[in-house]
């Protein structure tokens, strides 16, 4: 089982990856967590990309292939992928989709959790008061959600077209959505 979890910042998709990894044994690739790691570590590339980050703008792709091409051949024996925040514009999709059909895999699944624009403000700017992510703050969520409109959202219709994604109402309980998403992908 392969699978991408879409969604806008704050729609729940680090929070239900975690649920999904642990019950199907995939493993987990969330470019942001990456990405972030590499900022905490004071590494040349955090270095460089702090600024991105901070201001809700996506990271240039050379950066976020480079993560991508390691993590899927350090994995490729797993019992499958959870991208999370990965692809988010239409080059990183074309790459994935290489990437995998070298290693004759395709992505078997697409999750697409929706949440209104309201709850997001609402958790980000909850988590911002508990974690302190830099990027969480009103300014920076308005151009994330910017971006995620403009540039990761259209690239749902490559998925789309194939037949794969699953629109999951991301409101409510965390175990319910949970619930929402096993009840589908138990039937892949
Ligand atoms: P990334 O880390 O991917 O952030 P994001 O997409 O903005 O989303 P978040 O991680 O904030 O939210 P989430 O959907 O994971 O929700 P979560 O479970 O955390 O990317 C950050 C940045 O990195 C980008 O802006 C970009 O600069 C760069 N980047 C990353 N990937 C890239 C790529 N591929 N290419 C280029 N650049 C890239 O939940 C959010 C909060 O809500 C939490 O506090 C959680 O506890 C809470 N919550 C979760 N579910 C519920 C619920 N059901 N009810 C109430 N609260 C809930
Ligand atoms: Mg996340």
Do not use: C, W
């Not at 991408?4 to 019950?23: E, H, N, S, Y």
């Not at 990965?86 to 290489?98: E, Y």
């Amino acid at each position: 089982m392969n699978l991408i979890l879409f969604g806008p910042p704050g729609a729940g998709k680090g929070t239900q990856a975690a649920l999904i990894v642990d019950k199907y044994k995939l493993a987990h690739l969330s470019t942001g967590d990456l990405l972030r790691h590499e900022m905490s570590s004071s590494t040349e590339l955090g270095n460089e990309i702090t600024e991105i980050i901070n201001s809700g703008k996506l990271v240039p792709n050379h950066h976020v292939l480079k993560m991508i091409k390691i993590f899927i051949e350090n994995n490729k024996k797993s019992n499958g992928f959870l991208f999370d925040g990965f692809p988010r514009n239409q080059d990183q999709a074309n790459l994935l989709d290489k990437l995998l059909a070298n290693l004759d895999l395709k992505i078997t699944s697409v999750i697409l959790l929706e949440v209104d624009k309201e709850s997001l403000r609402e958790r980000i700017l909850s988590r911002s008061q508990k974690e302190g992510r830099a990027d969480d703050n009103e300014e920076t969520l308005i151009k994330r959600l910017e971006v995620y409109f403009s540039e990761t959202e259209p690239v749902i219709a490559h998925y789309s077209n194939k037949g794969l994604v699953k629109s999951i109402d991301g409101v409510g309980e965390i175990n319910d959505i949970n619930q929402r998403i096993n009840s589908i992908l138990d039937l892949v």
